[in-house]
């Protein structure tokens, strides 16, 4: 089994920042992708940020130039650096991470238990 903790969050004023991080323990194959959903209240959970073990990047179109997300393979770890913060980016963040297994040929999909984020003044 797979455990992906998730830190940060917390309530910020319109233009400010916040910095979330997600740690993956336990059972490890290759880890890829890593990264960040949202839900907001009422709203579907959309992709926010999203790496591969080789750098690659995707972005929400809303995130683009305030968000950046990165990773550390070594220690199985993903950080969201959120700039610029808007009203509505409020919602509740998840990690979620792609796992594959070569010696079963097998994907299991992992999320973290998800971190409030509130932008409001």
């Known amino acids: 089994q797979v455990e992906l903790v998730e830190s940060g969050g917390g309530l910020v004023q319109p233009g400010g920042s916040l910095r979330l991080s997600c740690a993956a323990s336990g059972n490890i194959g290759v880890i890829n992708p890593m990264g960040w959903y949202r839900q907001a209240p009422g709203k579907e959970s959309e992709l926010v940020a999203g790496i591969m073990s080789g750098g690659s990047t995707n972005y929400a179109d809303s995130v683009k130039g305030r968000f950046t997300v990165s990773r550390d393979n070594a220690k199985n770890t993903v950080t969201l650096q959120m700039n610029s913060l808007k009203p509505e980016d409020t919602a509740v963040y998840y990690c979620?991470?792609?796992?594959?297994?070569?010696?079963?040929?097998?994907?299991?999909?992992?999320w973290g238990q998800g971190t409030q984020v509130t932008v409001s003044s």
């Open positions: 979620n991470a792609y796992i594959y297994y070569p010696d079963s040929d097998s994907v299991s999909v992992y």
